[in-house]
């Protein structure tokens, strides 16, 4: 009759011995509509399996429209973090009636005892649920193992080395022999490298002949990978450098060599190649049409399972490669030292997945001299609008001349925010604060940052009030699955991202922490010993979530015909476990805001 | 031995016939000095057994036998009796093979006193439930009398009279089926899905816990 269906998690966790005790010991209840299955503070005496039915989870503590925090249907379990704890932290009862399948707590006990990952389920952090949830999608018929999981030492060459002393000629007879492009040059001290086209355009262009030794022609400046790496990292990297080849290291000794059109190969699929297309348009019209392309690369990577991480590093390398081309083709090219194009918000902390508004600014050296700044920054905002780029609504811009300026401009700037300390002045600072050199002399930006960290990260006063926003939401956790209108969903933005990414970037405003990325600023203030570092994994890993989620809404939406933006998310929609992974998101949040509070000593604002 | 305490004592029989009652009544006393006393005694707990038997057409008979403790609000499916029954395991190995794996029973028993006493003593005193439950008891009552010489002396609850009386009452249009299957999707439970004595003890256990609820709430 009601076979225990042991075939998904956690019941996976076991072997089929364990897995036959569990059957064997399970008993079968019921609970009428309405009854209370587990009570707050009750101890826990079983863990429940949901065979049919629904149960609420509900904090009697809070008034009633916002008691519901967690929803559990057939399939769910429940009831096994009670016995960990010692006792039940929320009421359970029954929406429905129910049938669920009871294990006791002595045998639940003894299957922790035996099976440790079983028990690791239950009292893993969000991290390993996450790990879990995305092994599980892959599984389903996706081929993340192809792209995520590829690692360098898969798709290398062997090294060609070639001694520096060596002439042209001899290189050329190696090259055409062994079918490469590319030679290692041992020089004295370093390595170095020479292409094909390094020693045509030394033969054609330069003064050399066919007897000239190599090392006149070697690029000595090298980007190296670990063996151990992603392949995809070596891909940022060559993005990020505008190189097509990067050298393998082992410590000091030469592994292989990955070469662009290898690991295109190797990913094979059109989405991956939008890179390769930015670095090769050579006018506008071209790089609008590999700008267009982003969000199909996005689906890509997405539908195959990669970790959001690095989705986001490589659009950022990509969005910045995309700017920094437009910039590059319509400011002349005297400018470029004398001023710094920056990126700001979600763009300057690296985690815009689609295009969302440009918010740019422009950074002067104070000496420059550029009469036509103006005219050809509303250029180059009308550009990034053609490349998909849409508009700011607050017009932080480059083509508005307020976020132009020199160098002591900016600080200016920074001194009066600071004094000012009102609504306006604080977001002007987190905007600068987040801002991301993207083409031009990035010593400029950091010129301004110092200044903007000298002035502020001793400031215990302004940092309170700039911490006081990423409280401006409530959590809401209250809301779930109790929506007056469930269709229109939670708001992940105000109520996950938010508070998240201004904590974090308060606390990395106070510890003078120079990465822009909310991801890279946790590692910092964890390597900072600011947060510890369970807490900063789950942050992040919380983070992630967030964006997934609403990255996953956005692409729905995109397919629209009328796309409207939202941050929401319909709970409804979500699995269990996702639904499960998301209310543990927002604990976390909630979690973070008190300590930012305590911190920061926002009790009584 | 007031007039009370004897109604009491004999609350659990009175649904019986008269000649069951003075046989129970005959019983207990000729056992008031064996082990067996306790089983006599009425039962004042909460607790019930829900029993499931098949029991093959040829001879010699094979029979399987299932019993599934419940309280009013759980069916402990963790503790179960079963066993399949059989004279000598070289008889009828092709029936005895087909029940082994229909029911997925331990290797075979012989209905001897041991074996027998074991299902007594895990039943006790308490009532049985069951679907067509006299159809159920009837060939173990005929073992435990040969073995044990006494037949089981429980109170009894046949659910299928149980569900006829209730379907009656709320669709007197209705025609009660005598399958259990029909029995349990009319009562939106989970259907039975391997015919095994185990899950029919089980899922009678089930139906007789959404039946008492029901006449908690109708009565």
């Known amino acids: 009759m009601v076979e225990v269906d042991l075939s998904q998690l956690p019941f996976t966790l076991m072997d089929e011995a364990g897995r036959d005790h569990v059957r064997r010991g399970m008993d079968l209840a019921y609970f009428d509509r309405d009854e209370i299955i587990l009570e707050m503070g009750q101890p826990g005496e079983s863990v429940f399996l949901i065979h049919k039915g629904e149960v609420a989870e509900l904090d009697p503590t809070l008034p009633a429209a916002s008691a519901r925090i967690g929803h559990y249907t057939a399939g769910d379990l429940f009831g096994a973090i009670s016995i960990l704890n010692g006792k039940s932290r929320y009421r359970f009862q029954a929406e429905q009636e129910c049938l669920c399948y009871v294990m006791p707590k002595a045998l639940f006990t003894q299957l922790c005892r035996h099976y440790p990952p079983f028990e690791q389920f239950f009292k893993q952090s969000l991290s390993h649920k996450a790990r879990l949830l995305t092994e599980k999608r892959a599984e389903g018929g996706v081929t993340m193992a192809g792209f995520m999981l590829a690692k360098v030492n898969e798709c290398m060459r062997e090294p060609l080395l070639i001694d520096a002393s060596k002439s042209i000629h001899d290189a050329v007879r190696q090259l055409h022999d062994s079918h490469a492009d590319s030679l290692l040059v041992a020089t004295a001290g370093a390595l170095g490298m020479v292409t094909k086209t390094d020693l045509l355009n030394g033969l054609v262009l330069g003064n050399c002949t066919q007897a000239t030794p190599v090392e006149a022609l070697a690029n000595v400046s090298l980007v190296t990978v670990a063996p151990e790496q992603y392949l995809f990292e070596a891909l940022i990297l060559m993005t990020r450098h505008k190189v097509a080849r990067v050298v393998v290291m082992e410590g000091e000794s030469v592994k292989g060599v990955v070469e662009l059109m290898d690991v295109l190969s190797f990913f094979s699929s059109r989405s991956y190649v939008v890179s390769l297309q930015v670095e090769q348009a050579s006018s506008l019209e071209a790089l609008a049409a590999a700008s267009q392309r982003t969000p199909e690369l996005v689906n890509a990577l997405m539908a195959q399972g990669v970790k959001l991480r690095f989705a986001m590093d490589l659009l950022a390398a990509l969005n910045g490669r995309i700017m920094s081309k437009a910039w590059s083709f319509t400011v002349p090219e005297q400018y470029h030292t004398q001023s710094c194009l920056m990126v700001m918000g979600s763009e300057g902390r690296g985690e815009q997945i689609l295009k969302t508004d440009q918010d740019n600014g422009l950074i002067l050296a104070d000496d420059c001299q550029w009469p036509t700044v103006a005219e050809e920054m509303n250029t180059l905002t009308e550009t990034l609008i053609q490349l998909g780029y849409p508009p700011c609504p607050g017009n932080i811009m480059v083509s508005n001349p307020e976020w132009v300026g020199t160098v002591s401009q900016w600080k200016n700037n920074i001194t009066k925010w600071v004094n000012a300390r009102d609504g306006d002045s604080l977001m002007k600072l987190a905007i600068l604060l987040d801002s991301h050199g993207v083409a031009g002399n990035p010593a400029l930006l950091d010129q301004v940052r110092e200044a903007l960290f000298e002035r502020c990260s001793h400031d215990e006063l302004l940092l309170s009030y700039f911490a006081r926003a990423a409280l401006r939401f409530s959590t809401p956790l209250t809301l779930f699955g109790s929506l007056k209108k469930p269709q229109h969903g939670i708001d992940i933005k105000k109520g996950g991202i938010f508070p998240i990414v201004h904590g974090v970037r308060t606390m990395a405003l106070e510890r003078r922490i120079n990465a822009t990325s909310t991801l890279d600023r946790l590692d910092a203030l964890a390597a900072d010993g600011r947060l510890d570092r369970r807490f900063a994994d789950d942050l992040g890993e919380a983070l992630a979530l967030f964006t997934e989620l609403r990255l996953r809404q956005q692409l729905q939406e995109l397919d629209n015909v009328n796309p409207k933006r939202t941050n929401r998310v319909v709970v409804q929609e979500l699995s269990s476990l996702e639904r499960d992974l998301l209310r543990e998101a927002l604990r976390i949040v909630k979690d973070f805001k008190q300590r930012l509070s305590h911190r920061y000593h926002l009790e009584y604002s | 031995?007031?007039?009370?305490?004897?109604?009491?004592?004999?609350?659990?029989?009175?649904?019986?016939?008269?000649?069951?009652?003075?046989?129970?009544?005959?019983?207990?006393?000729?056992?008031?000095?064996?082990?067996?006393?306790?089983?006599?005694?009425?039962?004042?707990?909460?607790?019930?057994?829900?029993?499931?038997?098949?029991?093959?057409?040829?001879?010699?008979?094979?029979?399987?036998?299932?019993?599934?403790?419940?309280?009013?609000?759980?069916?402990?499916?963790?503790?179960?009796?079963?066993?399949?029954?059989?004279?000598?395991?070289?008889?009828?190995?092709?029936?005895?093979?087909?029940?082994?794996?229909?029911?997925?029973?331990?290797?075979?028993?012989?209905?001897?006193?041991?074996?027998?006493?074991?299902?007594?003593?895990?039943?006790?005193?308490?009532?049985?439930?069951?679907?067509?439950?006299?159809?159920?008891?009837?060939?173990?009552?005929?073992?435990?009398?040969?073995?044990?010489?006494?037949?089981?002396?429980?109170?009894?609850?046949?659910?299928?009279?149980?569900?006829g009386r209730q379907l009656r009452r709320l669709h007197p249009h209705i025609e009660a089926s005598s399958r259990l299957g029909d029995a349990l999707t009319r009562w939106k439970l989970p259907p039975l899905t391997w015919p095994s004595v185990v899950s029919e003890a089980t899922a009678s256990a089930l139906l007789y816990l959404r039946l008492q609820r029901e006449i908690a709430l109708t009565a």
């Not at chain 2, 009425?42 to 419940?70: F, I, K, N, R, T």
């Not at chain 2, 069951?130 to 159809?135: K, R």
């Open chain 2, 1 to 163: 031995m007031s007039g009370m305490r004897l109604l009491d004592r004999h609350m659990t029989l009175f649904s019986g016939s008269l000649r069951t009652l003075l046989q129970r009544e005959s019983d207990r006393r000729r056992w008031a000095d064996s082990p067996y006393a306790w089983l006599f005694q009425p039962y004042m707990g909460e607790e019930a057994v829900a029993m499931a038997c098949q029991v093959s057409a040829v001879q010699p008979a094979v029979m399987s036998v299932a019993a599934v403790v419940l309280s009013p609000r759980q069916v402990h499916t963790s503790r179960t009796w079963v066993a399949t029954l059989v004279a000598s395991s070289a008889l009828a190995p092709a029936t005895l093979r087909r029940h082994h794996q229909l029911h997925a029973t331990h290797s075979p028993r012989s209905p001897d006193a041991e074996c027998l006493s074991e299902l007594a003593e895990f039943i006790g005193n308490r009532p049985l439930v069951g679907w067509q439950l006299e159809n159920t008891i009837e060939p173990l009552n005929g073992l435990f009398r040969n073995v044990l010489g006494f037949g089981l002396p429980n109170a009894q609850v046949d659910i299928a009279k149980l569900h």
